[in-house]
């Protein structure tokens, strides 16, 4: 097959070095490579394809794509991790990087260039200190209870601080506990992960590195413990119920539906 052939089939191409010099190499073959399953010219090229698509989808959308949004527009048939693995290599050494967030994938651009951004950064407000607290415990305790938020703080918390990290949309109203006066449960969002900079929840850093970064105590009590968070932070809890609309309507998260007499 001449060059010209196999320009058209490989849009995508990445500079390996090697002891004979810089090849030019496909993804997708180091990717099936690790699978021992190379793929043919027919199947190279479909999923040369899809992985065009979907960087053009995530690269046009304002907020992370999904992976289920990705398979909804993609090619019936692609394997959404491996199309996704071999555009985040691609992107790799670029200035912008190809993230996961949670179980959705963005660009973002490259940490070690972050500072050209920072005289288009918007000045943000700080979040007090009663936030930040009320926010850790949502974290690494979701799904948790205002009235359980505030056993853990050990001190009352106003519904002005809620109302601050609800409208930040790093944290949600998840469900109801079902326990008496069903008290609404609180848990992180995507956007959460997508400032912290996490792939799920459970990167939260553990014990050993907030020790090493000075933020717990190192006279901390021999049985303190901090929480794993769920694995899948969306999945409601045996004692937890779904927010309906009518929970919705009391919470003034939905419009209250208009009947006629």
């Given at each position: ?26 993804p997708?073959e ?22 065009r698509?979907?960087?053009?989808i995530?690269?046009?959308s ?6 289920k ?40 651009t ?23 607290e ?116 009391e ?11």
């Open positions: 097959m001449s060059e010209r052939a196999n320009a058209s089939v490989i849009p995508f191409k990445v500079e390996e070095e090697t002891e004979e010099g810089i090849i030019a190499q496909d997708t180091t990717h099936n490579s690790s699978q021992n399953s190379p793929m043919n010219p027919g199947e190279r090229l479909h999923m040369a394809e899809a992985v698509m979907a960087e053009a995530v690269f046009a304002a907020e992370p794509v999904s992976e949004q990705l398979a909804a527009r993609l090619p019936d048939g692609i394997n959404i991790a491996a199309a996704m693995a071999d555009l985040q290599q691609i992107y790799a050494r670029r200035g912008v990087n190809l993230v996961r967030v949670g179980d959705a994938w963005a660009f973002r490259a940490g070690d260039l972050a500072f050209l951004m920072s005289r288009d950064t918007v000045q943000q407000r700080k979040l007090s200190r009663a936030a930040l009320v926010l850790a415990i949502i974290a690494y305790h979701q799904p948790v209870t205002r009235a359980e938020i505030e056993d853990i703080r050990g001190v009352e918390t106003s519904k002005g601080t809620l109302d601050t990290l609800l409208e930040t949309e790093w944290v949600r109203m998840r469900g109801r506990r079902r326990t008496p006066g069903r008290p609404v449960t609180y848990g992180t969002t995507d956007s959460f992960l997508d400032h912290f900079a996490l792939e799920e929840i459970r990167d939260l850093p553990g014990m050993d590195e907030l020790k090493g970064a000075g933020l717990l105590s190192g006279r901390m009590p021999s049985n303190f413990a901090i929480p794993l968070p769920p694995a899948d932070p969306d999945a409601l809890t045996e004692d937890e119920d779904a927010l309906t609309d009518i929970d919705l309507e919470l003034g998260l939905l419009t209250p539906r208009v009947t006629e007499d």
